[in-house]
């Protein structure tokens, strides 16, 4: 890996080569440039994705880190691989290579960087991620934090090796995850926290590397891709586990299950009451209230005792009706599209 005794604190500005995609990195990328002239650096090339197709017009669409790096008049580059064994791999390595990067800082780019990419930088490549390495390795940290109840996550910025999230920690930062944090608002809050982790890196980039620590990799657990199907609620599940999937997969996939036949997405719930027990079978509607619908869950698993304790409610908030729009518990109520003794069932199909 790259020589860690260089002393890059001199009057020489280091060239930074950032990579990656979507809003997440662009945070990191705005701050990083924002702070060019207090870090002493320069980003002298910025590495993205391809265009992708979106929306529902399937227009074209440049990644949010293409948009910053265009509105700062940054070079973009966006080959399709860095593998050797193409013609297309072979240039991308050589442009990287005109750049003269120092170091490059790589926020969830989504692709893979051989090793011949990982030592092109005389500092090597940073990665920013958002979890308290070793703990969630992989594409989705942040959702598997929150899916597993985690009470803490944070951004750890990591040397990059040829391993999947496994090279060494520079640098660690943890946040509490609240009992109201999403995907969505805990992906906000990591977005910011990367930016605040990778400025304070590069401020003394010698000292953090030279205090480099390996992973424990007993401790790491793989925190893989999110698919559709892991949102179908499973109303046999503990009230706290749906609670959690809930949090965890909003705003995608999101969480949904089914009422005679129809998709319904559950947006929202109350954290969940363990006195607030019940006898009725799971997916049952108890009450249809102004303030939340509660319904009927899974037993809860006692880890102390190894024991099961009295089937357990979630307390919903806001759901949505297929073909309809958002909709409050108040106004579900004030509704007839659901009632008490309903039944929230798994796809029938």
């Known amino acids: 890996m790259p020589s860690k ?32 002239e207090a870090l002493n650096i320069d980003i002298v090339a910025v590495y993205t994705q391809p265009d992708r197709k979106a929306g529902r017009g399937q227009k074209l669409s440049a990644s949010a880190v293409k948009q910053v790096a265009l509105a700062h008049d940054i070079a973009v580059e966006q080959p399709l691989t860095f593998k050797k064994s193409s013609s297309e791999g072979l ?27 990982l030592t092109t930088p005389t500092y090597g490549c940073l990665n920013i991620h958002a979890s308290l390495l070793p703990r969630w390795r992989g594409a989705a940290p942040i959702h598997r934090a929150l899916l597993a109840g985690d009470s803490e996550t944070g951004i750890t910025i990591m040397q990059m090796d040829k391993g999947l999230d496994t090279g060494d920690m520079i640098y660690k930062i943890s946040a509490p995850i609240e009992a109201d944090d999403t995907a969505a608002s805990l992906h906000d809050k990591m977005a910011e926290l990367g930016a605040t982790a990778i400025i304070t890196v ?104 190894n024991t099961e304790q009295s089937a357990t409610t ?29 039944q929230f069932t798994a796809d029938l199909k």
């Not at 442009?95 to 800082?105: A, F, G, H, K, N």
């Not at 992973?215 to 599940?237: F, H, R």
């Not at 979630?314 to 309903?342: R, S, V, Y």
Request: with cysteine; hydrophobic share 40%.
């Open 5 to 36: 005794t260089k002393d890059c604190s001199s009057s020489k500005r280091l060239r930074v080569a950032f990579a990656g995609t979507p809003e997440f990195a662009a945070v990191s990328l705005e701050a990083l440039i924002s702070q060019q």
């Open 91 to 117: 240039v991308a390595r050589e442009t990287l290579r005109s750049y003269q990067p120092d170091v490059m800082i790589v926020a969830a780019y989504g692709l893979i960087l051989p090793i011949g990419v």
């Open 202 to 305: 590069l401020k003394d980039l010698p000292h953090y590397q030279a205090q480099a620590i390996a992973q424990d990799d007993s401790q790491a657990n793989y925190a893989e891709k999110l698919v559709k199907t892991e949102g179908e609620i499973d109303w046999t599940q503990s009230a706290t586990i749906i609670e959690r999937q809930i949090r965890g997969l909003t705003p995608w996939p999101g969480a949904y299950t089914f009422l005679a036949g129809q998709r319904v997405k559950i947006l929202a719930s109350l954290p969940v009451n363990p006195s607030q027990q019940t006898n009725q079978p799971a997916g049952t509607v108890i009450s249809v209230g102004r303030k939340a619908i509660l319904v009927a869950c899974g037993k809860q698993v006692s880890k102390k005792e």
């Open 314 to 342: 979630l307390a919903i908030t806001q759901l949505q009706f297929a073909g309809g729009k958002p909709m409050t518990a108040e106004q579900i109520c004030h509704g007839n599209q659901l009632n008490d003794g309903d």
